[in-house]
Structures are given as structure tokens and as C-alpha cells.
């Protein structure tokens, strides 16, 4: 078997085995995919307008025409070199085009770019199973790769970032590569003339309307605000995030709140905890989040941290019921805060 464990593809697609010369690269993370996908071909193809080096079928098209990939694939190169067959993976069944591909020789690098394939689906498990191909698949970016990849965009475009501007600008982008490359280089221009990419650009700079839907949803259930909190989960939903994000997200919320109220207990203001958290917190959100501290002590927030748990687990063993379990759990927390708040 023949597949490429997500933190190795990297390695394997620069020290790609010319023995291996069908490459599938796959997954949920379109972006990704894509630009893994271009960064081989572009590896193997100087030039990638050149009609005789590199050939783009679409899968659909060889799908009614299996002949038509073994043709391509036979085909000599007129100036000689690598010839390299890009293929989109659509709707239809590509594998009966594949198989005499990967049963003959073959002196073309087939590349096949698909979108999230399961485990046993009959492309990935074909790829998987030949000794001659490879399949890797592309997953959401970590926040460590995506610090590496603002770092190392920033770096290009001559500019350090801010540890707090590189945490904040990690929390606001991710699930698609090409979207998040996206935003790094439209921050990256915004900051061109400075030297240093500041937490205030990326404010000011990054959007992202799921990221900032979560925020809400946290927001008001900590503030104890519980028809403030549903519609902003609804507003959420409609940005299509997920039930585990928002889940995720309130978690994370509580596991910092938790850490302002020990502080608190300890003597500190809210208004000195706030000011001093890290990364620091945007003027906007201050106001709910002083009414969540006066709201929920210690002890309240790590019963409300245990119940967003055992709500996450619940969610992931219960897809279909995730966006009701997350309702509940959204609600539950900010009832609680409600009910402790000083009037």
C-alpha cells in the first residue's frame, strides 16, 4: 500500500519515486490539494503553457472516453522531457481509465487532483493499492502550518509579524489553503512600507465572517446573554460554520475566562486581567467579557468547560443531532452566566 501520511507529503511530493508516476493527491482541503497538485506539475513542467509537456483532461471527459488517458499517456513528448497529464477528478468514475494506466508502462506523470475521497472509494483505494502510484491527502492546515505559512509569506514580502498579530491572524484563517494564502498576501500588502505586521492590521485587515460569527456566539454566552447568544448562533450557521467549531470555540472562550477569574479571586480587577491577557483583547469585546467575569467564578467555569466537553464528544458520536447538542450546550452556558450575573 502506497499512501502518504499527511505530514510527509511535503517530502514526498519534492522526492517523488519517478518509479511512482500516477500521484493522486486528494482531500477536503481544496485549496491544498490544488496547490500541491500545481507545485508538482510545475516541478516537472519548466513550462507549464507548453501544449506538448503538460496535458489537462477533465475527469468527467475521460470518464465517458477511458481511451482517451492511455492515449495521452503513450504519447512521446516532441522535445522530449517529462510529459505530465494533469486530470480533474469530477463526479464520474475515473477508475476504468486509470487501471490499464497503472497496469501497462507508463512514461507520462499522471497527476489527478480529486476532492475528499473516503476511505475504500474506489479511486483512492486503486491508487492506494499499486506499487507504482501514490496518494496523499490534504487535510485543514494545523496552527503550526499555519504559522509556517504566514511566517514564511511575511519573510517574502519583507516583513516580520507580531507574535500576538500571527496568534490572531492563526485564529482567523485556516480550512482552505488557497483562502488563507489569500489573506496573508492581502495582509501582507496592506503593511507593505512597514517593517513589523502588527496585532491592529490584522484587525483591521482580516476578515473572515465565520471567525468573527464564533466570537459572538462566545461573547454573549459568557456575558450571560441567551437570546443574544442563539441568534448569533444562528448568524454563525449561516456563515457555514460547524457545530464542533462553535463547540471548539466556546471551549477555548471558557479555558481563558477560567484563567481571568483565578486572577480575579486572587485580587487582581477585571478590568487589570483584561488589559494584560495575551493575546489581547479587541475594545469591542471588553464590555461582554468584564460581564462574564462578574458572572462566572472558578468553580462555574470549569463545570461549564466539562459540559462544552462531554457536548463535543456527544456532537462527534452524533452528527445529525450536532447542531442541537451545540444549541444546547451554547444556551446552557448562557443561562448560567445569566442567572450569576449582578443585576
Excluded at 199 to 208: A, F, N, S
Excluded at 251 to 270: D, E, K, N, W, Y
Aim: glycine residues 8%; contains cysteine; neutral net charge.
Amino acid at each position: 500500500m502506497v499512501a502518504v501520511r499527511p505530514g510527509d507529503a511535503e517530502a514526498a511530493l519534492a522526492r517523488r519515486d519517478p518509479s511512482r508516476n500516477v500521484v493522486l493527491i486528494f482531500g477536503p482541503d481544496t485549496g491544498l490539494v490544488h496547490e500541491r497538485a500545481e507545485g508538482l506539475v510545475r516541478r516537472a513542467v519548466p513550462d507549464a503553457h507548453d501544449p506538448f509537456a503538460l496535458v489537462r483532461l477533465d475527469g468527467d471527459d475521460i470518464a465517458a472516453d477511458p481511451r482517451r488517458l492511455i492515449d495521452e499517456t503513450s504519447t512521446i513528448g516532441l522535445f522530449g522531457g517529462e510529459r505530465v497529464v494533469w486530470v480533474r477528478a469530477g463526479s464520474k468514475n475515473i477508475v476504468p481509465a486509470l487501471q490499464p494506466v497503472l497496469a501497462g508502462r507508463c512514461d507520462a506523470l499522471v497527476v489527478v487532483e480529486a476532492g475528499d475521497l473516503k476511505k475504500g472509494a474506489p479511486l483512492r483505494a486503486l491508487c492506494e493499492g499499486a506499487p507504482n502510484a501514490l496518494a496523499i491527502a490534504c487535510y485543514a492546515d494545523s496552527e503550526r502550518d499555519l504559522a509556517r505559512l504566514a511566517d514564511t509569506m511575511m519573510a517574502e514580502a519583507g516583513l516580520a509579524i507580531d507574535r500576538d498579530a500571527r496568534e490572531l491572524l492563526v485564529s482567523l484563517i485556516g480550512g482552505d489553503r488557497m483562502a488563507s494564502r489569500g489573506e496573508i498576501a492581502k495582509l501582507a500588502l496592506y503593511a507593505r512600507g512597514q517593517q513589523k505586521v502588527t496585532l491592529e492590521d490584522v484587525r483591521t485587515i482580516v476578515g473572515d465572517a465565520s471567525a468573527l460569527a464564533l466570537d459572538d456566539v462566545v461573547d454573549c454566552a459568557l456575558a450571560g446573554e441567551p437570546k443574544a447568544a442563539a441568534a448569533a448562533l444562528a448568524k454563525a450557521y449561516g456563515a457555514a460554520t460547524r457545530p464542533d467549531a462553535v463547540l471548539g470555540a466556546l471551549l477555548r472562550g471558557l479555558t481563558a475566562l477560567h484563567q481571568m477569574a483565578l486572577a480575579v479571586a486572587a485580587g487582581s480587577s477585571p478590568d487589570h486581567v483584561i488589559g494584560n491577557a495575551r493575546p489581547q483583547v479587541h475594545f469591542s469585546r471588553k464590555p461582554k467579557l468584564e460581564k462574564a467575569l462578574r458572572a462566572l467564578d472558578p468553580d462555574l467555569c470549569l463545570k461549564a468547560m466539562l459540559a462544552v466537553d462531554d457536548a463535543i464528544l456527544a456532537a462527534r458520536r452524533n452528527a445529525p443531532l450536532a447542531p442541537a447538542i451545540c444549541e444546547r450546550a451554547v444556551l446552557l452556558v448562557a443561562q448560567q452566566a445569566g442567572r450569576r450575573r449582578p443585576a
